[in-house]
């Protein structure tokens, strides 16, 4: 199956250099590109990629009113893509939000290549594209600096059982699903089973939404990971 995947980047250079490259993969197709957020709506609704690598800083609409557009569409629209953030250090606060409102990651712009199209192929695949030693210390600062939601994510906690609130630890910790499944003395598969009844139980879109939702409940505190 074909990977299809939106380039949203106010540079010209970038996104002729991403198309390039994702499109010598005989599993990626590129089928649409923007220079700005609000085209990069524009082009998602109308492409319907599976995949949208969305810049953070851009003219018209930012990144992150651009993902929220995506992620979030208005009724009717039915086809809804994994987005990516492309950043850089300096704009954490974005990726931060853009996370909240359901991005499945980020990813460096200054990232080597093969790790642009490892990401493309692991959203597409359903899976959040998490850096534990980046994203983790990004949500912990960030979650410390903003008050709770008006509805208390910590209520939520009550539906796990005691493996499933001790997965989502876990995994806001940073482990991945083998180091879980060594942490815990189990198979993986049973890792994933678990991951899957967490998400569902909880309402959540992927691993990124976890770990946030960890943090905002207070079941993982800042400099505690």
């Known amino acids: 199956m074909t990977i299809r995947v939106n380039i949203v980047d106010d540079q010209a250079m970038v996104r002729a250099g991403f198309a390039a490259l994702l499109s010598a993969q005989t599993d990626i197709d590129v089928v649409g590109e923007a220079p700005d957020g609000r085209a990069g709506v524009e082009v998602a609704r109308s492409t319907h990629p599976d995949v949208v690598l969305m810049d953070v800083r851009m003219p018209e609409m930012d990144g992150l009113a651009a993902a929220r557009a995506i992620l979030r569409p208005p009724p009717g629209v039915v086809h809804v893509p ?64 903003r008050p709770a939601p008006r509805k208390d994510p910590s209520l939520r906690l009550k539906g796990l059982t005691p493996r499933e609130t001790e997965v ?58």
Request: glycine share 6%; no cysteine; proline share 3%.
């Open 82 to 145: 994994k987005v990516l953030m492309l950043t850089t250090f300096d704009v954490d606060d974005y990726v931060y939000e853009a996370l909240r409102a359901g991005a499945s990651g980020f990813l460096l712009k200054d990232a080597p290549p093969a790790d642009l199209i490892a990401a493309v192929r692991v959203v597409a695949a359903g899976e959040a594209l998490l850096a534990p030693s980046v994203t983790r210390r990004l949500i912990a600062d960030f979650a410390a600096q």
């Open 168 to 225: 989502l630890e876990l995994i806001a910790r940073g482990l991945s699903n083998q180091e879980i499944a060594e942490h815990l003395v189990v198979a993986e598969q049973t890792v994933k089973t678990h991951i899957g009844r967490v998400l569902a139980k909880l309402d959540l879109r992927d691993r990124a939404q976890a770990v946030i939702f960890a943090y905002e409940s207070g079941l993982v505190r800042p400099g505690t990971a």
